[in-house]
T-cell receptor
């Protein structure tokens, strides 16, 4: 069965600083990978996804992620964080068994210091 | 275009009482999902519908949880009777059928069981 690990429960960065959120997955074949963001009281919004092809994917709000098969990682990055980026970020994988079954990590809570 | 609609947004009940959550998916989305999100955790799939058919309910605690999706559009998730441990956020999502397409999430219903 597939699984996702987000090693960092909380991260604090200063506004304008760069950001990298880590995600490691476990899945036997090529996974479909996603990053979602959840603001307080809101549902999850898709930031970006990787299915195949170019391993560096661009998403909304200036985010990007890089798929590294050798490291089983799909880390999320942003060159300059804005205060409005403070939220919880979830990495997720769709694996085998069909049916779009998303398996989520436990999330990383991002705090942005002004 | 309207997103996934859920109601109520918040619900407070006493233990052993019944509760129901309602979800209206995005128009044209045949696949509907109910997720459970505990505090500090990522969402976990409870049940997935393809049109009217529940195709994956392996994680639904069937002794107290039930769900229906009449006419393949709106869906209702019910808990009877509720227990203290059911306090969580219940998320509904929808997507087009097939493949591993993007799931669109509603804002969720935050349930508190006293």
């Amino acid at each position: 069965a597939q699984s996702v690990t987000q090693p960092d429960i909380h991260i604090t960065v200063s506004e304008g600083a760069s950001l990298e959120l880590r995600c490691n997955y476990s899945y036997g074949a090529t996974p479909y990978l996603f990053w979602y963001v959840q603001s307080p009281g809101q549902g999850l919004q898709l930031l970006l996804k990787y299915f195949s092809g170019d391993t560096l994917v661009q998403g909304i709000k200036g985010f990007e992620a890089e798929f590294k098969r050798s490291q089983s990682s799909f880390n999320l990055r942003k060159p300059s964080v804005h205060w409005s980026d403070a939220a919880e970020y979830f990495c997720a994988v769709v694996g085998g068994g069909g049916g779009n079954k998303l398996t989520f990590g436990t999330g990383t809570q991002l705090k942005v210091e002004l | 275009e309207a997103g996934v609609v859920q109601s109520p947004r918040y619900k407070i009940i006493e233990k052993k009482q019944p509760v129901a959550f309602w979800c209206n998916p995005i128009s044209g989305h045949n696949t509907l999902y109910w997720y459970l999100q505990n505090l500090g955790q990522g969402p976990e799939l409870l049940i997935r519908y393809e049109n009217e058919e529940a195709v994956d309910d392996s994680q639904l605690p069937k002794d107290r949880f039930s769900a229906e999706r009449l006419k393949g559009v709106d869906s209702t998730l019910k808990i009877q009777p509720a227990e203290l441990g059911d306090s969580a956020v219940y998320l509904c999502a929808s997507s087009f059928s097939g493949g591993a397409g993007e799931q669109f999430f509603g804002p969720g219903t935050r349930l508190t069981v006293l």
